[in-house]
């Protein structure tokens, strides 16, 4: 798809808010967690998360990896760590992930603990901040780091609302924040694929323009999903794309297809997670 100017605003009066109190926190914070969706590694990284984040080390989250095409993703994740990231490929669901991101943490403020141990002081209490674009995952591993539910979890864009400070089972303490963007989308196919992963509203953009969107991924990258799950080998002709999901669905009547349903489902199967081991954004090894 084309890179056209989207100007999409999406910025929600508690995302501004959220910049500044992140901003007054900063001095205190040890590490931040910077938690990005392993299906959209490029995509779903704040736009301007450097500027505002200063040097604090930073440990990369690539969560849903269970969910992402492991090929493409794993490109990405070496293109980061040539940045500097620490980067950790996480379902986090898993305990596993969760020890492996406690286990970088510790190992970044080593060297801070050791001049205290060395003044006969305790290690200091790890004070991080997760931060993240909506719907990534970050209340989810902030439950499984504090062993039971603290942090309300939603396949939803939004749920979280204001900064809170959460205790762990570790010597970590973790600074969740609300899910943040940018004023702006300039970039039309970000802001699709943000949408088809349910980062931003489906209200924001079209429905039927994330729908084609997904499925123009789909036939492009992953023929044989497209036809697994839809029977459909072709898209030239997206009219008759929906009918033919609308007929499988049963959303046609009197002839006619009922596209808002078609959309809806979709996108429904991406957020319910019919299909997955895809990654949308594409890497240029000269990049």
């Given at each position: 798809m084309n890179e056209n100017k989207a100007n999409i605003n999406y910025f929600p009066g508690h995302m501004q808010k959220t910049r500044r109190q992140i901003q007054e926190l900063l001095p205190l914070i040890d590490v931040v967690y910077e938690v990005i969706d392993s299906r959209i590694p490029s995509s779903s990284k704040i736009h301007d998360i450097d500027t505002l984040l200063k040097n604090k080390p930073r440990v990369l989250i690539m969560s849903k990896y269970d969910l992402c095409d492991t090929k493409i993703t794993d490109k990405w994740c070496d293109f980061y760590k040539d940045k500097g990231y620490s980067v950790v490929k996480?379902?986090?669901?898993?305990?596993d992930a969760i020890q492996k991101i406690i286990n970088i943490t510790n190992e970044l403020v080593l060297n801070t603990n050791m001049k205290r141990e060395n003044l006969g002081l305790k290690s200091k209490q790890i004070k991080v901040l997760v931060v993240g674009i909506p719907n990534v995952g970050k209340s989810t591993l902030i439950n499984k780091m504090a062993g039971k539910k603290v942090a309300n979890v939603g396949n939803n864009p939004g749920v979280t609302k204001n900064l809170v400070w959460l205790k762990t089972n570790s010597n970590i303490l973790l600074l969740d924040t609300p899910g943040i963007l940018w004023p702006k989308f300039d970039n039309q196919e970000v802001a699709l694929n943000l949408a088809s992963m349910t980062a931003i509203k489906s209200e924001v953009l079209d429905k039927d323009s994330i729908a084609?969107?997904?499925l123009e991924k789909l036939y492009n990258y992953y023929p044989d999903l497209l036809k697994l799950r839809y029977n459909i080998d072709d898209i030239s002709s997206i009219e008759e794309v929906y009918d033919i999901i609308g007929?499988?669905?049963?959303?046609?009547?009197?002839?006619?297809?009922?596209?808002?349903?078609?959309?809806?489902y979709i996108l429904n199967d991406i957020k319910s997670e019919r299909i997955k081991n895809i990654t949308f954004d594409r890497i240029d090894i000269n990049e």
């Open positions: 996480a379902n986090l669901n898993t305990n084609v969107h997904i007929k499988k669905i049963g959303a046609i009547s009197g002839g006619e297809t009922d596209y808002t349903r078609v959309s809806d």
